[in-house]
């Protein structure tokens, strides 16, 4: 699957977005200049339940909600085109997922590069695990249904039409389980989101 979109930034590079679907569950999303073969950005999503026990550690994740979720890991180029590569990654994986999965979450070891993008974006950080180092990569989570904080702090996530019926586990309980809190004004412009 192809698409080709251009992100709201000042005379931004064109780029595709290609989907990429593996076994067990496994996509990964790819933004490539258009017409060129340099890869900008990706976006690989692999289900929680099946990662590997030692990545998650590397989040310093040891009790997860009882909630379909993914492990995302992020790459991107550390230029204009890379940022919006991983901005139409992100925007084109939940918008499929939404309608292929029943993600709540995405969990991301994020590195200190892409920590402005990603919480532009909607993801916030999480507190590190005891004893990591600072330069270890910041654990961050994406509530996929938080769509009052996407439209509080203005992520072009909030633009990703909301599931048909309300998710098994609502964003609130995602926000306690990881120790979050809730956005200030967000119950005011939930309801000017939708």
């Known amino acids: 699957m192809t698409q080709s979109v251009s992100p709201s930034d000042a005379k931004p590079p064109r780029i595709d977005v290609f989907r990429d679907r593996l076994d067990a569950g496994v996509e990964h999303h790819v933004a490539q200049l258009h017409g060129d073969e340099r890869i900008v950005a990706t976006l690989r999503l692999e289900p ?75 993801w916030r950080l999480l507190p590190r695990a005891a004893g990591a180092p600072a330069q270890q ?22 633009a990703i039409p909301p599931r048909s019926t309300p998710p098994a586990v609502p964003p609130q309980v995602l926000r306690d389980a990881f120790g979050l809190p809730a956005p200030e004004g967000a119950a005011v412009r939930a309801g000017a989101a939708r």
């Open 48 to 122: 929680v339940r099946s990662a590997p026990l030692r990545t998650m550690a590397r989040i310093g994740v040891s009790v997860l909600p009882e909630a379909e979720g993914a492990y995302a890991t992020l790459v991107a180029e550390a230029d204009v085109a890379g940022r919006a590569g991983l901005e139409l990654a992100t925007l084109a994986a939940l918008a499929t997922r939404r309608r292929d999965t029943d993600d709540t979450f995405w969990l991301a070891a994020c590195s200190a590069a892409l920590v402005p993008v990603a919480t532009a974006l909607g």
């Open 137 to 158: 990569a910041a654990p961050a989570v994406l509530l996929l249904d938080d769509v009052a904080y996407f439209s509080l702090m203005g992520s072009r996530l909030a």
